[in-house]
């Protein structure tokens, strides 16, 4: 192509780049009014149910050749920005820096968000309990090692509700200072990572000697300051702590994904397709376990997910976690809560949320 033609081609570039930050600053203009007609009234500045309306409506909207995926990277980023001209927003997360929880804080608020690394889930919880940060991001489960159960715990005493979930696709990297598989002596990282990579370890790596450790960044940050130490860490922290990856992928799931949750003091508008969470314990009858679902079948109310936690106050007694689909508000989901808290000692309701895709994972990981 004659060096005329590019240079054609890049002014009209230059036009349209003029014509999209015209057009953001627009938008940033009306950002501003919304958040000022926020103030002083119920209404929160974070909105995670318009936020995911809008990501369905462009994505449905687009007819290429711009990915999809792009598009939501990129109104990702022009929404952070947008609320945080609202009201500049402080999320907690369970850190350190380049965990996967730190993936999910900024895969949900973008990059103008003060991210906040927290040492543990208690300390996550206690930082917005005490309005020095305004959310918060911690593990809830995984697909292939259950639930975390020190998070669900934490509701039990916490008045914090869940106001969005995250789904994030995990990737385990073995990583090394060297990159070289021979020089590895021990293989550490965080339990549940090693857990999610077992079969891969036992058939490739069976004579090396495991180590658990906080977290997956920690692990990281091991193998940097030793060349005989790998570590099972996202590409993020490879990246962070300047480590080669040994081998990529090393998950025994392909589809592993780990479920986090945004805490936050305030229920979020409905979205229509929402979840709630419950946790209750029931009085020890007969038949319990079928009455305390019959409510919910009654009125056709599908369950996502029910656990159950031994209580820490009294031996054989459990807590019970169910996530319906549905809000809080909806009058049939209201009415079928009302009718389970007949037959039980507690039932508190942890919040009603917009029902997370299998949010595309922000690209460092793989
Ligand atoms: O619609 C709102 O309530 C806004 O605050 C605007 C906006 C946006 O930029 O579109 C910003 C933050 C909210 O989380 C959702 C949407």
């Known amino acids: ?12 570039i230059d036009l349209i780049d003029n014509e999209i930050l015209d057009l953001l600053n627009q938008r940033a203009n009306i950002a501003i009014a919304v958040g000022k007609a926020k103030e002083g009234s119920d209404k929160t500045f974070y909105v995670p149910s318009r936020e995911k309306a ?3 409506r462009l994505t449905q909207n687009n007819c290429g050749p711009f990915p999809n995926d792009a598009v939501c990277k990129v109104f990702r980023e022009i929404i952070s920005a947008s609320l945080n001209m609202e009201m500049p927003m402080k999320v907690a997360f369970l850190g350190p820096q380049s965990t996967f929880t730190h993936m999910a804080a900024m895969l949900q608020f973008g990059l103008s968000a003060q991210l906040i690394p927290m040492k ?3 300390a996550v919880f206690e930082e917005v309990e005490r ?3 305004h959310y918060g991001v911690v593990p809830v489960e995984n697909s292939t090692e259950g639930v975390v159960n020190h998070t669900l715990d934490m509701f039990f005493n916490s008045e914090l509700q869940m106001i969005a979930e995250v789904m994030l696709e995990i990737s385990h990297n073995l990583l090394s200072k060297t990159g070289d598989p021979e020089k590895i002596r021990k293989i550490v990282s965080h339990p549940q990572s090693l857990a999610q990579c077992r079969h891969w370890l036992e058939t490739n790596m069976a004579d090396i000697p495991q180590m658990d450790v906080a977290s997956t960044a920690a692990a990281a940050q091991l193998a940097t300051g030793d060349e005989s130490v790998a570590a099972i860490a996202s590409h993020a922290a490879a990246v962070q702590y300047d480590l080669q990856v040994v081998k990529a992928k090393i998950e025994d799931n392909p589809n592993n994904f780990t479920r986090f949750l945004v805490i936050g003091k305030k229920t979020p508008e409905k979205s229509g397709a929402d ?3 419950i946790m209750f314990s029931v009085k020890d009858e007969p ?9 919910f079948s009654q009125r056709q109310i599908n369950l996502a997910k029910i656990e159950s936690r031994p209580m820490k106050e009294k031996a054989w007694e459990y807590i019970f976690f169910l996530d319906l689909i549905g809000h809080a508000e909806d009058p049939e989901i209201a009415e079928a809560i009302e009718e389970l808290r007949s037959h039980c000692h507690f039932l508190k309701i942890l919040g009603s949320y917009p029902i997370a895709g299998n949010e595309s994972s922000i690209g460092e990981q793989r």
């Open 131 to 133: 309005g020095r940060a």
């Open 120 to 122: 543990s889930i208690p």
């Open 287 to 295: 038949g319990i376990l079928y009455r305390m679902l019959e409510p």
């Open 275 to 277: 979840k709630t969470s």
């Open 1 to 12: 192509m004659a060096n005329q033609d590019l240079n054609k081609l890049r002014q009209n």
């Open 54 to 56: 809008i990501y369905a």
